[in-house]
């Protein structure tokens, strides 16, 4: 078994073989058991969204072969690579950067959807992070007030799924405690 540190995903489009972008990368938030709960990332001036680790780089790289190799076996259209940072027995830390391609639309590719449409909507003017997904357990979602915090509903007439912006990681920790950065 190895200890993991931190999930990640990377979400593609796949065109053709010479064709695959990648769309943003995410930090995935799981439960104690595993399951998906959300995304948390970072947002540039232009829009664009990382995950903020060290890793984007390894990610994106391995992201855009596997990409590409689907796209050589016939696959087009939208999907989400699963990764995750363990600890090795000497402590490193360690990039596992293809866990799994899911090739379909996945919680990340629908999260950064919402990023972008808020970024277009200039909803997301000053912000820089991002958490989109289900009620984060215990801390629940942040009021209206919360310092450096927002709202935004984006899932209409559904007070589970969100996406909540915030200034910085800092900010978006102090609103949604349970989703602390753990790199």
Known sequence: WLERVLDLSA???VSGPD???VLGTLRQVVS???APTGHVGRIDRD????SGTAWDAALREAALAIGRAAAREGFRGACGLDA???RAGDGARILRPVVELNAR???GTVALGHVSRA???GLARGAGAFYFGFAP???AWPSETSPGARLDAVLDGDPSARLCLAADELALADALPPIRRSE
């Open 11 to 13: 979400q593609l489009l």
């Open 19 to 21: 064709d695959v972008r």
């Open 32 to 34: 104690t058991r595993g």
């Open 47 to 50: 829009g664009e969204v990382d």
């Open 84 to 86: 995750f940072v363990f």
């Open 105 to 107: 639309f996945t919680m």
């Open 119 to 121: 970024v277009r909507a």
């Open 137 to 139: 357990g215990a801390g």
